[in-house]
């Protein structure tokens, strides 16, 4: 990815072309080996940072200013910090092994104070650097034409811009688990593999023995066109197949889980259940358990009433270390599923269905440490009438 971005931005090529030493890495700009000179008029080589921002596989205008970098502070021919550009200091981690010390602000004067491209704004901030490094040395050179090494390779098959302008790198680093099950991809389960799908987990399974027909076009994500429904494929291929051209890591598993194929499950780190099938789901959970799997069941009880639309949304988490709620409390019905339940007559709620398939993946990112999380709920239900969301069985309490 970092070399195809590079081969076909102009701007990066040109610096790259030029001698300088770059690399797109944590989804921001790195360039490497950029003199500068310390308070003690030392030539020391430090590292530019900056965010990328693109469309589609190359880069277009910056979208800000600054820059960060990793080093000391950088002085003037005299010693005395550069306070003309630097920001403020601390360290900090943006994931992917990227550091940094320092934040600098220099603003164009010309362009309505925003840079060209990323070439106007690397070597606008090098010079600034390297000058007086070159006082003291005057071969000091950000220029220094080493090879190029082999690209790291990436989950995702263009770069997510979303984090790095964020800065939550280090954080979604926390995300990169693994082998992600997905049981069901139905209304709620298609929802929850849109948003596992856009974090870098390295694999997500994809379990399903259904067809996509036309009344899934209305639970789902997407548009699908009536050539696509025509062909009647398999729910975890049709979906493979679509959340592939985004990702790598996709594993398509075209078929139900059941006691002949449970092993399946077993390589997964965490599964995700959006089934209503009782009597499946108590196997596949039982199975779980002794694997000492964590999971989220997800479900959604729905009537009408008057002509309206009211129900219950519910979220139950399980992890070795917080099981018994799920059984002694009944957390999870492995009950048939009740005829007198609408959603089961395929009506079309596909709102719903995203909202609890989003609520299962906040709960599955706040055990993985990315969100705050003091309340360690592992049972959440949201009531459609007055908007009550209720958490219960925290692990605090044991």
């Not at 944590?26 to 080589?45: D, F, M, W």
């Not at 071969?139 to 989950?155: D, L, R």
């Not at 009438?385 to 219960?392: A, I, Q, S, T, V």
Request: one cysteine or more; charged letters at 25%.
């Amino acid at each position: 990815m970092s070399q195809q971005l590079i081969n076909r931005s102009s701007d990066l090529k040109r610096l790259q072309d030029e001698g300088y030493e770059i690399e797109i890495r944590a989804n921001h700009l790195l360039v490497k080996n950029v003199p500068y000179l310390t308070s003690r008029k030392e030539v020391r080589l430090g590292v530019l940072v900056s965010t990328l921002t693109l469309a589609g596989d190359k880069t277009t205008i910056p979208d800000d200013h600054q820059t960060h970098f990793q080093g000391e502070v950088p002085c003037h021919e005299d010693g005395s910090p550069n306070g003309k550009i630097l920001n403020q200091s601390a360290r900090r981690t943006l994931g992917n092994g990227v550091e940094i010390d320092h934040s600098f602000s220099a603003r164009p004067k010309e362009n309505g104070g925003r840079y060209l491209d990323y070439y106007d704004k690397i070597t606008t901030y090098v010079a600034i650097l390297e000058g007086p490094a070159q006082t003291v040395d005057p071969s000091a050179t950000a220029k220094t034409f080493s090879v190029i090494p082999a690209e790291t390779t990436s989950i995702f098959k263009y770069v997510d811009t979303a984090s790095s302008r964020a800065a939550i790198g280090a954080v979604t680093d926390k995300l990169r688990t693994g082998k992600i099950g997905i049981i069901g991809l139905g209304g709620t389960g298609s929802y929850i593999l849109d948003q596992i799908a856009k974090t870098p987990v390295d694999e997500i399974h994809l379990f399903d023995g259904d067809l996509f027909l036309q009344h899934n076009a209305f639970r789902s994500p997407g548009a699908p066109s009536i050539d696509t429904l025509l062909k009647k494929q398999n729910k975890a291929e049709y979906f493979g197949e679509i959340y592939s051209m985004m990702r790598n890591g996709i594993v398509v598993h075209p078929y139900e889980v059941n006691s002949t194929n449970l092993d399946h499950l077993k390589e997964m780190t965490f599964v995700f259940i959006a089934i209503d099938n009782g009597p499946a789901k108590r196997t596949i959970i039982e199975a779980l358990e002794a694997w000492n799997i964590p999971f989220i069941d997800v479900g959604m009880g729905v009537y009408l009433a008057e002509d309206k639309v009211g129900g219950i949304l519910r979220v139950t988490a399980s992890s070795p270390a917080m099981r018994n709620h799920v059984h002694e409390k009944g957390r999870i019905s492995f009950g048939a599923a009740h005829e007198e339940n609408e959603y089961n007559r395929n009506i079309q709620i596909a709102d719903l269905n995203a909202l609890n398939g989003i609520l299962a993946v906040i709960k599955w990112k706040k055990m993985m440490g990315f969100y705050l999380d003091f309340e360690n709920e592992y049972f959440s239900t949201y009531t459609i009438d007055g908007n009550h969301l209720n958490n219960e069985d925290s692990d605090n309490e044991i």
